[in-house]
């Protein structure tokens, strides 16, 4: 048997490049893949956390705001609830200080009707006895007629009154 030496030497120079490669190359490559694999699965791992994380803030958030919607739709109704307080309040008062100021217009017309009647009266009760001294010729003293000028005042009285 013809031994190739060349080829077996070859082979076995393969063999051994095959076993340090292997002890010093293959295994520090394999670390790496390893490590890379394991950065990535805690990477991913992260990403699958802070994603979680982001969902109950965002459930928070969403909570917080229906809170805050409600909170100012309650604040609204509260504001125009006081606000139709306010006016009707504003217009009772308004009415209460038009029936007052009605009533003293009222009182104070009345009170100006019985001096022009009074007035009216005196002149009435001037012109009568004016006139009756013409008639009669002689003046008359009121002093002395006065239960007649009261009469007379009296039935001129019922006449304007009526």
């Given at each position: 048997m013809n031994v190739n030496w060349t080829l077996a030497f070859q082979a076995v120079?393969?063999?051994?490049?095959l076993f340090l490669l292997k002890k010093l190359v293959y295994q520090s490559v394999l670390d790496t893949l390893d490590k890379r694999k394991k950065t990535i699965s805690d990477d991913l791992k992260a990403a699958e956390s802070m994603k979680e994380e982001?969902?109950?803030?965002?459930?928070?958030?969403?909570a917080l705001m229906d809170k805050?919607?409600?909170?100012g739709e309650e604040e609204r109704r509260e504001?125009?609830?006081?606000?139709?307080?306010?006016?009707?309040?504003?217009?009772?008062t308004a009415k209460k200080e038009g029936d007052r100021l009605r009533k003293?217009?009222?009182k104070e017309l009345s009170l100006e009707v019985k001096?022009?009647?009074?007035e009216l009266r005196r002149e009435v009760a001037g012109l009568s006895v004016a006139l009756a001294g013409k008639i009669l010729?002689?003046?008359v003293d009121a002093g002395k007629h006065g239960?007649?000028?009261?009469?007379?005042?009296?039935?001129?009285?019922?006449?304007?009154?009526g």
């Amino acid at each position: 048997m013809n031994v190739n030496w060349t080829l077996a030497f070859q082979a076995v120079s393969f063999l051994i490049l095959l076993f340090l490669l292997k002890k010093l190359v293959y295994q520090s490559v394999l670390d790496t893949l390893d490590k890379r694999k394991k950065t990535i699965s805690d990477d991913l791992k992260a990403a699958e956390s802070m994603k979680e994380e982001a969902r109950k803030i965002k459930a928070e958030y969403e909570a917080l705001m229906d809170k805050a919607r409600a909170r100012g739709e309650e604040e609204r109704r509260e504001i125009v609830d006081a606000a139709k307080r306010e006016k009707e309040d504003i217009i009772e008062t308004a009415k209460k200080e038009g029936d007052r100021l009605r009533k003293k217009v009222e009182k104070e017309l009345s009170l100006e009707v019985k001096k022009a009647r009074e007035e009216l009266r005196r002149e009435v009760a001037g012109l009568s006895v004016a006139l009756a001294g013409k008639i009669l010729e002689e003046e008359v003293d009121a002093g002395k007629h006065g239960k007649m000028i009261d009469r007379f005042l009296e039935k001129a009285g019922d006449m304007i009154d009526g």
